[in-house]
């Protein structure tokens, strides 16, 4: 991230531009055809010098928010490393510090809104751009402190309604890309999800199916990754509303739950 040393990409800035998380129709309707995408090109980049300046410094102990704990990361770009209050657990192992100000949060596209306490709300990346890639990245750091990142990419563009045989595959090819030129070695678990229409035992049966076929194309195309696990978590996690507040449901809303995750717990470095 622009001014953040543990995130800092080195001399190498990956293009990987954000290609709309939300799209597609319900897994109980029909949907378009997904396209195919250019794949993602690493370009060169020349240490900047911002780069060689001085690490982010600790909040001092008296400002800092009451409960609050020193940060190990600058999402902010502000210098000072940003503390966290507490963590939160997003089922299936995933525990994550949650800064006490989100600064640089993921938004979600197309007037989807966020339930409370969503996953997607918190730091996005600031300076990897993503091509090729249809959804975007999450920054965390897990209870243990160790560097977490979170691809999130919706189903809707891997899968056709209902099936979970991966139709177009430039998503998980541009991913794959990804992690092996830019957070190789690390633990890898892929998290299958759905909305909630239909029902529950229905959905919870598709996004472990999913989140499998997810997992076995990672493995059959040679992700850098020490333990690659796959969970389906059905309609359980969702990130968005799936009704408006007059009670009618949110097409959007639901499009955006429909998705699947690549947590990659990073390697220390």
Not at 27 to 54: F, I, K, L, R, W
Not at 239 to 246: G, L, T
Request: proline residues 8%; contains cysteine.
């Amino acid at each position: 991230m622009r001014g953040t040393r543990p995130w800092r990409l080195a001399a190498t800035a990956i293009v990987i531009g954000l290609a709309g998380v939300a799209c597609g129709g319900s897994d109980g309707e029909p949907e378009a055809a997904a396209t195919n995408s250019p794949p993602a090109v690493a370009t060169a980049a020349e240490p900047t010098q911002e780069a060689a300046s001085a690490a982010p410094s600790p909040v001092p102990t008296e400002s800092l928010p009451p409960g609050a704990v020193q940060g190990l990361d600058d999402y902010g770009a502000d210098g000072m490393l940003d503390p966290t209050c507490g963590t939160q657990d997003f089922g299936a192992g995933l525990v994550l510090r949650i800064p006490c100000e989100i600064t640089t949060p993921n938004e979600p596209e197309y007037g989807s809104r966020l339930i409370q306490d969503s996953l997607y709300r918190l730091p996005g990346s600031i300076d990897i751009n993503l091509d090729g890639i249809s959804g975007s990245l999450l920054l965390a750091r897990d209870d243990a402190g160790t560097k977490v990142v979170i691809v999130v990419f919706n189903s809707d563009n891997l899968f056709a309604t209902g099936s979970d045989v991966l139709g177009s595959t430039d998503t998980m090819d541009n991913t794959i890309k990804l992690i092996n030129s830019t957070f190789p070695g690390g633990i890898l678990q892929v998290r299958g999800h759905t909305d909630a229409t239909g029902s529950a035992s229905g959905n919870q049966a598709l996004s472990e199916r999913r989140a499998a076929a997810a997992r076995q194309y990672l493995l059959d195309h040679a992700v850098d990754a020490t333990e690659v696990t796959a969970v389906g978590l059905g309609s359980s996690r969702p990130i968005a509303e799936e009704a408006n507040p007059d009670g009618s449901p949110d097409p959007e809303g639901q499009s955006f739950n429909r998705r699947v995750e690549i947590v990659l717990r990073l390697p220390a470095s």
